[in-house]
């Protein structure tokens, strides 16, 4: 088959064409399952052209997609994915680099090293760190934390990767009560157990308690121990209190891991750069490219500032120590070997953005989202949980969990924008997230107004 000219043009254009016209559909189309599992047809003996096999897939896909990179999606953390990014990421699939190591791409690992070197920069992180580039926040805390096991183990005599758990002297793992639920599976996959966490007190806004995290970790065992930290609450946008927190915890000998998926992005800002303070303390630190940075899925960070322990919690031949190249090899550092060459498209954002382009990317963001808080504030009946320290609001619509429920589903289906809805201390909120860089003043006002409309309705009896 001979169409590669004109199937990769095809889709060029049409990625452009559905871009273009994200902004002024509905952000989530309403879609018939039946109708479009009819019209993908069923698995044929002959196959099609290769032009004709993608066309039949976009003409189901483009008009169903949510517009999740559209400048009204306001669920869960959902960047949008930049232009840049887009289009290396485009590049990647074009490219196919097998990214494992300098040997099966040593152009795939040259931009990796150049990304990492500039997201450590970025981000308040040791030059010295490790880094690898994973699949997304959950993969970041994996890693993180396997590093984490690996070193606590070490520290007392235990060998983990040869001799796994079973008969290991036991791990203990603090976190605080608002954690992320990533890092409950994270410790499920390590084997370490999610009933391992002893829990730490939260403030009102979801960050820890310093003085429950020193009560907490003097009430148990000396020995190997974990603290998960957080950087941006999912719900509230709320910071540990890092500098404080990673000091109490160095003091009983802890590995300091921080989950900032979005929040560790706060340090590319001077003004909203205190809400990380301290955080190049930590001994490894998880984010999201595909969150705040705006690359498309998948796209995820982590670094460490114990390269032997990350490189001997992941790699399985020891090229780490003694580099067959010059290069870096990306292999050594994620729990993948044939993988997606992840450098490019997060090379792609950060050249386009810059240095001031990210920090405003992240100033805007929490400036919209200040804006959008306070307009909802004025409505009438309705209140803001949380204090907006960050990009990240929650709403409630009166007493009534049902009626603030209501309000989100009416809100989804009227598709002037699309949030969640989450339970915050045991109630119902509509969650909005401002993490895209396309969003502006406009789009906010729109979707107040279309909030305001549909909460109105809904409370009438
Ligand atoms: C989104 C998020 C994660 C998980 O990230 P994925 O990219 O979805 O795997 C972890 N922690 C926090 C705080 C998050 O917001």
């Known amino acids: 088959m001979n169409d590669h000219d004109d199937v990769l043009g095809w889709a060029g254009e049409e990625a452009a064409r559905f871009r273009a016209g994200l902004t002024d559909r509905p952000v989530q189309p309403p879609i018939d399952i039946e109708a479009a599992r009819a019209a993908l047809g069923t698995l044929e003996r002959e196959g099609v052209t290769a032009l004709d096999a993608v066309r039949q897939l976009a003409g189901v896909v483009s008009p169903a997609a949510t517009a999740t990179a559209g400048p009204r999606y306001f669920g869960f953390v959902v960047g949008g994915a930049l232009d840049s990014a887009s289009a290396a990421d485009v590049l990647t699939t074009a490219w196919d680099q097998p990214a494992y190591n300098a040997l099966s791409s040593p152009i795939a690992a040259l931009v990796e090293d150049i990304v990492g070197g500039w997201l450590k920069d970025l981000l308040h992180i040791p030059a010295s760190a490790s880094f690898g580039l994973v699949t997304g926040g959950q993969g970041g805390n994996n890693v993180g934390l396997a590093a984490a096991r690996h070193r606590v183990l070490a520290n007392v005599g235990w060998n983990v990767e040869r001799d796994g758990l079973f008969g290991a002297p036991p791990i203990r793992v603090v976190a605080g009560a608002e954690r992320h639920a990533t890092v409950d599976r994270g410790l499920r996959m390590l084997g370490v157990g999610d009933g391992a966490i002893e829990s730490v007190a939260a403030d009102a806004n979801g960050a820890i308690e310093v003085g429950d995290l020193e009560r907490v970790l003097s009430n148990g065992r000396d020995g ?238």
């Open 224 to 461: 190997p121990i974990i603290v998960c930290l957080q950087a941006g609450n999912v719900n509230t946008g709320a910071f540990d209190p890092l500098r404080a927190a990673i000091e109490v915890s160095h003091r009983f000998g802890a590995w300091v891991h921080v989950d900032g998926a979005f929040g560790l992005w706060a340090a590319t800002n001077p003004r909203t750069a205190s809400l990380v303070d301290g955080i190049e303390l930590a001994d490894s630190w998880s984010t999201d490219g595909h969150k705040w940075l705006n690359v498309p899925y998948d796209s995820g960070f982590v670094f460490c500032a114990d390269p032997d322990a990350h490189a001997a919690s992941m790699a399985y031949t020891a090229a780490y120590l003694g580099q067959p190249s010059d290069l870096r090899s990306p292999g050594d550092f994620v729990p993948e070997s044939s993988r997606r060459a992840r450098g490019f498209a997060a090379y792609a954002a950060l050249r386009e953005l810059g240095r001031d382009g990210v920090a405003d990317l992240v100033e805007r963001c929490c400036h919209l989202a200040r804006r959008f808080a306070s307009g909802l504030a004025g409505l009438d009946g309705v209140e803001v949980a949380n204090e907006v320290v960050l990009n990240q609001v929650l709403v409630r619509f009166g007493d009534d969990d049902a009626v603030t429920d209501r309000v989100v589903a009416e809100a989804q289906r009227d598709g002037t924008c699309w949030m969640g809805g989450t339970t915050w201390r045991g109630h119902r909120y509509m969650r909005l997230s401002v993490s895209n860089w396309q969003t502006t003043e406009a789009d906010i006002d729109r979707s107040i107004l279309a909030i305001a409309r549909i909460a109105a309705a809904t409370k009438e009896p």
